[in-house]
């Protein structure tokens, strides 16, 4: 439904050139949820608005729908105004000068075909009823709350029904709490409309709870995309892992490959599953969620890494405890059951499942 | 695509449009001062050299005109700095009663245009026919000195007066946001309040008091009507006047390219003092003397003199604009000029309004002015809107140089604009353009064009980008996002700036005598300009009087329609 290829786009500032993005090749099918991720200023923005055609790429080609709506090669650059679309700024962009009803209706008065007074108000009523504004039709703009204008942006992008929906940032202006609400109820929105969407956010857990497929990006390029549990459960790389969740690194050599693998690291020997095309001697980083490691003093099992340490410290996190235990040189960040009887300077053994620690190439 | 290049073909319309507008008067202007011919008809290019300048600076005159300029401009950019500091600070800073008043009448001096200032002034210390030498002849015997007002001294009186608003209004928000704790600091420290206020006060405010002082000396510069009604007949120059007593001297053959030689100084000059100022105004910004803290400053107790400090504040006001409206609405009853005296209140007539009425001059320059203050307004507008859209909003090629296009005429004065378009105008004989209102209407339009960018680009500034960007992706073609997002959300500014054309279109003569022809393009202006020449003085009080009533009322408006921004900046002559 929508094609990225090979892009690439560059700024140009007083200081130089900024290449914002550098070579991205997605492919978001009919009806996905896709979501971009990433930290600030990895292009995600930029690569959102090139699809929507607010941005003029250097290279590549976008395709939206059956449409090529950009190619440097043959010379096309479809403007945004002709691309089939819907878009929710991070600002929501609610124009202050009309009321709840003409925000609506604006894009069915652009468009081509003259849409008649009386489908405009059906429609209108219908895109709000969709995102729950029934009733405010003649309420000037300004005088929304911010969840209000979210979702007054939302109808609007959605009433000419376009093939599909970007959104940059969404939630990021609401408070925490209507956050959370905010995040089902959209993903549920535009499941039930089957509508194909194309989303940005540098929140993790929003991309993580929400989407179909996940690409985390970091300095304009795509470092992994997969569904949020392989992303989550297997991070390709050091900054995957670290950008995604709380994580501890190891780092370590390659002694011995097969299913489980060996990483001989300062604070002991790690059987740990191996990133593919990993050989024996290479320098690895092993990667454990603090949540997959246990506190135990049993014996260790087949498939289980023991390593001791003494607590350095515990916060009290609310739903969890947060604890640092020092092995060797290193401290590992650990999360338990909040009401887990542990103190400062207790020397502890930390059961590591293999199949949760991921070696990756340093 | 065809919208694409429709996009593109209206950009390059723009920027070339100003890029003309602005560029080929002036290059006539250039070229004209070295032209040898008698008459700009006459210009060719085989005929050129330098004879214009040699004549020019060749002329012991030339030095005591730069005399006279730079006496009338710093003597009058010092006075009226003294008395607006002077004012702002009593009204901010010290518990002076009858506040309000002040911060009211100050800026209403500004519908009093500085031709009819300087004619009541000329009414009032004439020293033939004046008011008050006339009383000090009765008082005192013939043989008593008179204060003649025909001279520089006059000159920077009223051009002092006139620049009091401005610097006032450029000046309060700045005593107000002077941080207290700087001054108080000063004084914990052992200052004594004469040390603290030039030692601390006045040092923090030096900055952007060069930079207002600059702003009145370029007005001041620029100016015509003044010097003109009250240098002129006593034979004292400044640069405005004498390139139109060059160009316009009915007893001398014109020697146009002599004024085009003067004016290429003079415009340097003024280019020169722009810089400047853009220059100070950045280096004030940095100096932080604004904290932003939402704080009142404690006011200095005046005691004693309290009342005298609120009799000199409404002095001030009784010069500005009672006095000269007084003068006036009591000459337009007259029959014939004469000083007041019980004998008058008995031919009082409305012979002068009834006169107004059956003039046919005053209705064709009632019609012209009408038709030229509303399409320089409007057009004016139209193009600020659209230049700074493209400045702002676009990524076309040219956009800064089409802003500093747009900004340069702020430093041409306006009697320099009319020569200009005055040789551009004679040599695009093809289009009938001179001797008409629209000749007059496209000069205006490019001296305020400078201001109209200027306030469209702040405006531009504060509409989210992603507003116009989410039109775009509703299907809005950029013709139609300017329609129904950008008109819309700037209609106060669009409106700010209409009116502020037409309150100084309607009052400056400078520009517009360069380029009248007669009846065709007489406008208000000049018809009081000339009627005043003329010696019909009764008529043109009456004018004048329902002139400045219609300014103050226009003024009033705009006050209470709260474009507060643009009232500030009611300038002008
Ligand atoms: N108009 C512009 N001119 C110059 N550089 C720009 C422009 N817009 C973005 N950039 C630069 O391009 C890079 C990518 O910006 P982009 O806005 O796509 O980041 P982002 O991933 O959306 O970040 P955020 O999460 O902060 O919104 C950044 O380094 C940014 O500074
Ligand atoms: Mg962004």
Redesign the pocket.
């Known amino acids: 439904m929508i094609r990225i290829e090979q892009l690439h786009v560059r ?1 140009r ?1 007083e200081r130089g050139e ?1 290449h ?2 550098r070579g991205i090749d997605l492919n978001v099918r009919q009806g996905q949820f896709f979501t971009l991720l ?10 959102l ?1 090139s699809v929507a055609g607010l941005e003029r790429p250097q290279e590549g080609e976008i395709i939206v729908g059956d449409d090529l709506v950009f190619s440097q090669q043959r010379k096309i650059s479809i403007p945004p105004y002709k691309r089939d679309i819907g878009m929710v700024f ?1 600002s929501y962009a609610i124009w202050p000068h009309m009321n709840v009803f003409e925000n609506v209706a604006f894009p069915l008065r652009e468009m081509k075909k003259r849409v008649s007074q009386t489908d405009i108000r059906s429609r209108v009523r219908k895109a709000l009823s969709l995102v729950q504004l029934e009733g405010l039709e003649d309420r000037p703009a300004p005088f929304l709350s911010g969840g209000q204008q979210q979702r007054l942006a939302l109808a609007r992008a959605l009433v000419k029904e376009p093939r599909v929906l970007l959104l ?2 969404p939630l990021s202006n609401l408070d925490a709490k209507l956050r959370e609400e905010t995040r089902f109820e959209l993903r549920e929105l535009v499941k039930r409309l089957a509508i194909t969407t194309l989303y ?1 956010t ?1 929140d993790q857990l929003e991309a993580l709870t929400m989407s179909d497929v996940v690409a985390v ?1 970091d300095q ?1 390029r795509v470092v992994q995309e997969g569904t949020p549990l392989e992303i989550y459960r297997a991070p390709r790389d050091r900054f995957v892992a670290n950008f995604i969740g709380l994580s501890n690194f190891l780092e370590g050599r390659v002694q011995k490959t097969g299913q489980l693998g060996e990483v001989e690291t300062p604070s002991g020997t790690l059987k740990c599953v191996l990133a593919d095309g990993i050989t024996a001697g290479e320098a690895v980083v092993v990667v454990i969620r603090p949540e997959d490691v246990n506190l135990n003093a049993g014996p260790a099992s087949q498939n289980e890494n023991i390593l001791e340490g003494k607590i350095e410290a515990v916060v009290f996190m609310g739903d969890t405890l947060e604890c640092q235990v020092a092995v060797g040189t290193k401290l590992i960040r650990i999360k338990l059951h909040p009401s887990s009887p542990v103190a400062r300077g207790e020397i502890v053994r930390l059961r590591l499942p293999a199949e949760s620690c991921h070696a990756l190439r340093a | 695509m065809g919208e694409n290049l429709r996009l593109h073909l209206g950009q390059h319309a723009i920027f070339f449009l100003v890029f003309f507008l602005v560029l080929a008067p002036l290059s006539f202007l250039i070229l004209g001062s070295f032209s040898t011919a008698r008459l700009p008809g006459d210009f060719s290019l085989d005929a050129m050299g330098l004879v214009n300048y040699l004549k020019v600076y060749s002329d012991p005159g030339t030095y005591e005109l730069f005399t006279n300029t730079v006496i009338y401009v710093g003597g009058s950019a010092s006075f009226g700095i003294i008395m607006a500091v002077s004012l702002a600070w009593l009204v901010e800073r010290t518990n002076m009663p009858g506040k309000t008043l002040v911060y009211a009448g100050v800026p209403m001096t500004l519908a009093v245009p500085g031709m009819l200032q300087a004619m009541a002034w000329v009414l009032l210390l004439s020293p033939r026919i004046g008011f008050i030498n006339q009383l000090l002849k009765d008082l005192f015997g013939p043989d008593a000195p008179v204060i003649d007002v025909y001279s520089l001294g006059g000159m920077v009186f009223i051009e002092g007066l006139r620049l009091v608003p401005t610097a006032f209004l450029m000046l309060v928000p700045l005593m107000r946001s002077m941080d207290p704790a700087l001054e108080e600091a000063a004084a914990v420290s052992g200052a004594r309040p004469v040390a603290t206020l030039r030692k601390v006060t006045l040092r923090l405010l030096a900055p952007a008091l060069v930079a207002v002082m600059i702003y009145q000396a370029m007005t001041a510069l620029e100016v015509f009507e003044i010097p003109g009604i009250l240098g002129l007949p006593a034979g004292i120059y400044v640069f405005s006047t004498k390139i139109y007593a060059i160009v316009r001297t009915a007893t001398f053959m014109p020697v146009y390219g002599q004024a085009n030689a003067l004016a290429m100084v003079y415009l340097f000059i003024a280019v020169a003092t722009t810089f400047l100022y853009t220059r100070m105004i950045s280096r004030a910004e940095r100096y932080a003397i604004i904290t932003g803290k939402g704080y009142r400053p404690r006011l200095l107790d005046l005691g004693k003199w309290k009342i005298p400090a609120l009799a000199c504040a409404l002095l001030f006001l009784f010069f500005a604009i009672v006095l000269p409206f007084l003068v006036f609405l009591y000459a337009s009853f007259l029959p014939y000029l004469q000083a007041p005296s019980w004998n008058v209140l008995k031919v009082l007539t409305l012979k002068n309004y009834r006169l107004l009425a059956e003039y046919g001059e005053v209705g064709s320059a009632l019609k012209n002015t009408v038709l030229m203050v509303a399409t320089t307004a409007t057009s004016t507008v139209v193009l600020s809107f659209l230049v700074s859209l493209v400045v702002i909003r676009s990524k076309f090629w040219g956009r800064k140089l089409l802003d500093q296009l747009a900004f340069m005429p702020h430093a041409i004065p306006g009697i320099v604009i009319g020569i200009a378009f005055f040789w551009l105008f004679l040599q695009l004989d093809f289009l009938p353009l001179y001797g008409t209102i629209w000749a007059i209407s496209i000069g205006f339009t490019i001296s305020f064009l400078a201001y109209g960018t200027r306030s469209m680009n702040a405006a531009l500034l504060q509409i989210h980008k992603e507003l116009e960007e989410a039109a775009y992706v509703s299907g809005a073609p950029p013709w139609r996002t300017m329609w129904r997002i950008f008109v819309p959300l700037m209609m106060p500014t669009l409106v700010g700036v209409w009116i502020w054309v037409v309150l100084h279109a309607v009052r400056i003569a400078g520009m517009p005598l360069m380029l009248y022809e007669g009846p065709d393009n007489q406008v208000l202006a000049i018809l009081i300009w000339n009627m005043w020449d003329e010696g019909y003085i009764p008529a043109v009080a009456a004018i004048g009087t329902l002139l400045m009533i219609v300014l103050l009322l226009l003024t009033l408006a705009v006050r209470f329609l709260g474009f507060r921004r643009q009232t500030m900046q009611i300038g002008g002559t």
């Open positions: 700024y500032t900024v914002a993005v990433g930290p600030s200023g990895c292009g995600k923005t930029t690569t608005r991070q940059d940032e940005v540098h990006m304009g």
